[in-house]
């Protein structure tokens, strides 16, 4: 408790107008402001190809044509997933392939700051290196942040629309960024069936035991509820159909795909429904608990979506 | 001419310092140094600066753990590379005395250093080196070395607890022979050296003069008694004390074996502690009625979980306690077994999904036991189980410790 106390009390000026974001405040200007509105249907991207390379590069490209990240924003924040001890090809983490190629666009579009913060499950020492991320982050001169040992960085927030989760230490970075991009590989996992782009969200804040004895696929839709990114792109070139988070799976399936999309929930839905096997998708309750608290369409009938193969 | 010599000295006295201080760095450099250099860094990747084994060069310089450990398991762990610095020191000591002492003894240094400036009062009469001496070589003949712990490499070894990050409150009492000397120093100078140092009392013991051997085992007679007596009897009661019941097992560190050998093999130097990347390595507290175990290295899961990819500890032992795993050996090594406390599990107790431990463990060693309604519960499976701690660490229960807890084993096995 009183750490909480503490970083809200060295809350800066920015932090505090989005930490009012937070609280419902001022919706009309937080970090999703250019947001899609919820009701329209969602546009998702399905990029194909074998080339990460190529396939970062359209990403970059849909982005870039869609309104880019705004204009005058010169700061991101980048959630990966970089949360375990295994190599790329294993499937566990973004690979680093996607997330270079990601942060040179970044770069070629006049953003300047870049900061790629991580609450990892493995010690970060390991997961950083191993992952490949912490390589590609030093090279393109983005910060990699270990918020495990930068616990000064969470700041309380409150979720008003939160049913489990009413309250979360979540981390500033994300807070006092221009853009929020989440960039999660798409994998079985043991806890809440598939992993993917909600679930990402667990390694940006401080206490996850609390979602683990709260109902976790509730807490998952409730954090949607609070943080916007806006972008999500998802990393489906390999995805891990059992012995998830970590593997190494018995059954890890070459896809190739990569889902770009505005709305975290759509892309969440898309992903889990045409990627995985039907079992899997109906084991991760949270998207539908989104897409019954209107976080989102769910349905895959009803979204606006666009193959592309390069 | 005078003046010289002492400065050649002096000089090689320091170099010998600043040699053995950057050995006890070896392994990974501890975080808040390297943010000293990169203060702006918001992650600090890991950085060797000297491979983890080099850890073990200075506590197995001494020829006197390396005798007691020869005693004491008949050095069938030990590697023949490591004879040779001890042997050579022990021949030097034929020769020429207390030379090591006098030059390279990283202790000796600093305590002669320290105390250029006394009280001079003699407050210890009495020498105890001897006594320590000879304890320590009778009790090691019975298996279980009592005084081990007081070589001074060992114990210069051990003062690196306070900067690797591993000083606990258990880490504080072991540690204190350094800091504790330094200060008697002042009172009466080079105490240590001359009253309580057992390595340097071998050294005096092997130095050729014109005083024949047999005298000086004669002149010793009195040490060599009341150390055999007292020894001997302190050995066997640790040893086998009736107090420690049988199936109280502590996590030790992997390539350990059991814990008799480890715990009478173990000098106390703390090498693996210090090169633990994650500190689940620990000094252990004396909170039992096993004296043998008191202050040993001992695992524990809530400070950090022992790495798959890792094998630091075994490389550094100098006196073989902790045997030398390669990779794959210590990847399939089991040093423990994880049971879950069904009346704390988030799962078992209050039927609510869980499932942490499953999602952590590397190994893919918890099963889940469905209810009757289909909830995952967890379930070790004690075959695959190596006792890494990391369900124990990652578990979200914290009341009064996790529901999942690692628990050690009589003899550790290849899985």
Redesign the interface.
């Known amino acids: 408790m009183k750490n909480c106390m503490k970083s809200d009390t060295a809350i800066s000026r920015r932090t505090f107008i989005k930490g009012g974001i937070a609280a419902g405040i001022l919706v009309s200007i937080s970090p999703s402001g250019i947001f899609a509105a919820e009701n329209q249907a969602p546009e998702i991207w399905v990029i194909h190809g074998e080339d990460k390379v190529k396939l970062m590069k359209k990403c970059l490209e849909i982005i870039n044509t869609d309104g880019g990240f705004g204009k005058g924003r010169k700061s991101l924040a980048l959630k990966i997933n970089a949360g375990w001890?295994r190599t790329p090809e294993e499937g566990a983490n973004t690979h680093p392939v996607l997330v270079d190629e990601f942060l040179k666009g970044c770069r070629d579009v006049g953003i300047r700051e870049i900061?790629l913060p991580e609450n990892s499950?493995?010690?970060?020492?390991?997961t950083?290196?191993k992952s490949g991320i912490?390589d590609v982050a030093k090279k393109n001169d983005a910060?990699?942040?270990?918020l495990g040992?930068?616990r000064k960085s969470f700041v309380k927030v409150v979720l008003d629309k939160g049913v489990s989760l009413k309250e979360v230490e979540f981390s500033n970075y994300f807070m006092e960024s221009d853009i929020v991009v989440n960039m999660p590989v798409a994998k079985h996992?043991?806890?809440a069936g598939l992993t993917i782009a909600m679930k990402n969200w667990m390694g940006a804040v401080r206490d996850?035991?609390?979602w683990?004895?709260n109902?976790?696929h509730q807490c998952i839709a409730d954090i949607a509820t609070f943080i916007k990114p806006n972008w999500t792109i998802i990393d489906a070139t390999r995805t891990m159909y059992d012995?998830?988070?970590?593997g190494p799976a018995k059954e890890l399936k070459i896809q190739n795909i990569l889902i770009v999309s505005k709305d975290q929930v759509a892309a969440d839905a898309y992903a889990a429904k045409t990627l995985f096997p039907e079992k899997l998708y109906e084991r991760a309750k949270y998207i539908k608990i989104a897409g019954e608290m209107g976080l989102g369409i769910v349905d895959v009938e009803k979204m606006n979506v666009k193959k592309i193969e390069v | 001419m005078k003046l010289n010599s002492k400065t050649v000295r002096w000089s090689a006295r320091i170099f010998f310092l600043i040699a053995a201080i950057l050995l006890l760095m070896a392994g990974p450099i501890p975080v808040w140094i390297l943010k000293i250099f990169q203060p702006s860094e918001s992650f600090i990747r890991e950085f060797i600066m000297l491979p983890a084994w080099m850890a073990k060069i200075v506590p197995s310089l001494s020829p006197l753990s390396f005798l007691s450990s020869l005693e004491t398991h008949q050095g069938s762990r030990l590697i023949v590379l490591w004879i040779l610095p001890p042997a050579i020191l022990a021949t030097a000591a034929v020769f020429k005395g207390r030379i090591f002492c006098r030059w390279i003894c990283p202790l000796g240094t600093v305590y002669s250093a320290s105390c250029t400036k006394n009280f001079k009062k003699h407050f210890l009469k009495k020498k105890l080196s001897g006594y320590l001496f000879w304890g320590i070589i009778f009790s090691s003949a019975i298996g279980f070395p009592l005084f081990i712990f007081l070589d001074p490499l060992s114990t210069f070894s051990r003062v690196n607890l306070a900067f690797s990050g591993s000083l606990t409150l258990a880490a504080v009492i072991p540690g204190i022979i350094f800091p504790a000397f330094l200060i008697a120093g002042l009172i009466q100078p080079m105490s240590w050296c001359s009253h309580f140092c057992p390595l340097g009392h071998m050294f005096d013991l092997m130095h050729k003069t014109n005083v024949k051997y047999t005298d000086r085992f004669r002149n010793e007679r009195r040490e060599v008694v009341t150390a055999f007596l007292l020894s001997i009897p302190l050995a066997l009661f640790i040893r086998k004390n009736p107090l420690v019941k049988d199936e109280d097992y502590p996590v030790l560190p992997p390539g350990a074996g059991n814990k008799d050998t480890f715990s009478s093999l173990c000098t106390r130097c703390y090498a693996c502690v210090n090169v633990c990347p994650t500190k689940i390595l620990t000094v252990g507290f004396p909170d039992n009625a096993d004296v043998g175990r008191w202050f040993q290295p001992e695992m524990n899961a809530y400070r950090g979980t022992c790495q798959e990819s890792c094998n630091n500890c075994t490389q550094v032992c100098p006196v073989g306690a902790i045997r030398k795993l390669p990779f794959e050996e210590k990847h399939s090594t089991q040093i423990g077994i994880a049971g879950v406390i069904k009346s704390k599990c988030i799962a078992w107790d209050q039927g609510e999904y869980c499932m942490v431990c499953s999602e952590f463990c590397p190994y893919v060693a918890i099963d889940s036991d469905p209810s009757e309604s289909g909830l995952a519960r967890p379930s070790v499976n004690p075959e695959i189980c190596r006792g890494c701690g990391i369900c124990q660490n990652a578990c979200p229960v914290r009341k009064n410790g996790a529901a999942i807890v690692v628990g050690g084993i009589r003899e550790q096995k290849r899985i």
């Open positions: 001890d900061v499950c493995h010690p970060a020492n390991k950083f290196v912490f910060r990699m942040i270990d040992s930068d996992h043991g806890g996850r035991g609390f683990h004895k109902s976790l012995s998830g988070p970590q």
